[in-house]
């Protein structure tokens, strides 16, 4: 298993400032996942972040409004532009497990962010 | 596009009694992977159990097992004496065996347990 520490853990913000959230993985991970669980709602995929290339985005999220740093195999950073009360959200970073391909990613307590 | 379709929004069982969740799923793949997390209040994403598209065994974890029917692509939780700590949010999820390998995940079943 992979033990995923990110901060912070929730804040609260204005609209129109930006908030950089980090995420930090106690191994070295190919490949890590930001997801957005808007309230009430399921887990989408906002980018999958590898090392020393460019975020790959889904359908619907662009690099201008979630900006995504991946300096190491162990850190990452989802920066949200910008915000508006419609990005309020639990943002979570997830990674692979380590011990082989089991399939399953695991995931970081999320950083819940409320803008007003 | 992989889809995976929770039909539950909301579920209720008694404590000591037994639940299942559905979950349904659409893919062309022959090889990927079935999961169940559940999200408590604490938010934390949590494995409960894990299924290979490739293995005819229903996978199971203590009080936890699936019922997987890959031709139907149908992969249900079924608790058995489920517990106050039962009580969450669980989320169906798929993950395809190549490519990016993201999960996709369904709506989410809230799960309430009567004490």
């Known amino acids: 298993s992979a033990v995923i520490s990110q901060k912070p853990s929730r804040d609260i913000c204005q609209r129109g400032t930006s908030l950089t959230i980090q995420c930090q993985v106690d191994?070295?991970?190919?490949?890590m996942f930001w997801y957005r669980q808007q309230p009430g709602q399921s887990l989408t995929l906002i980018a999958t972040?590898?090392?020393?290339?460019?975020?790959?985005?889904e359908s619907g999220f662009v690099i201008d409004k979630f900006p995504i740093s991946r300096p190491n195999l162990t850190f990452s950073t989802l920066t949200v532009s910008n915000m508006s009360p419609e990005d309020s959200s639990i943002y979570l970073c997830?990674?692979?497990?380590?011990?082989?391909?089991?399939?399953?990613?695991?995931f970081g307590e999320g950083s819940r962010l409320t803008v007003l | 596009a992989q889809t995976v379709t929770q039909s539950q929004p909301e579920m209720s069982v008694q404590e000591a009694e037994t639940v299942t969740l559905s979950c349904t799923y659409d893919?062309?793949?022959?090889?990927?992977?079935l999961f169940w997390y559940k999200q408590p209040p604490s938010r934390q994403m949590i494995l409960v159990i894990r299924?290979?598209?490739?293995?005819?065994q229903n996978a199971t974890e203590n009080r936890f097992s699936v019922n997987f029917q890959k031709a139907a692509k149908s992969f249900s939780l079924k608790i058995s004496d489920s517990q106050l700590g039962d009580a969450a949010m669980y989320f169906c999820?798929?993950?395809?065996?190549?490519?990016?390998?993201?999960?996709?995940f369904g709506q989410g079943t809230r799960l309430t347990i009567n004490p």
């Open positions: 997830s990674v692979e497990g380590l011990a082989g391909d089991t399939g399953e990613l695991f």
């Open positions: 191994s070295q991970v190919t490949m």
């Open positions: 972040a590898n090392q020393g290339s460019e975020a790959t985005y």
């Open positions: 893919t062309s793949e022959s090889d990927y992977y």
């Open positions: 299924q290979e598209a490739y293995k005819q």
């Open positions: 999820a798929y993950r395809s065996g190549w490519g990016a390998q993201k999960l996709v």
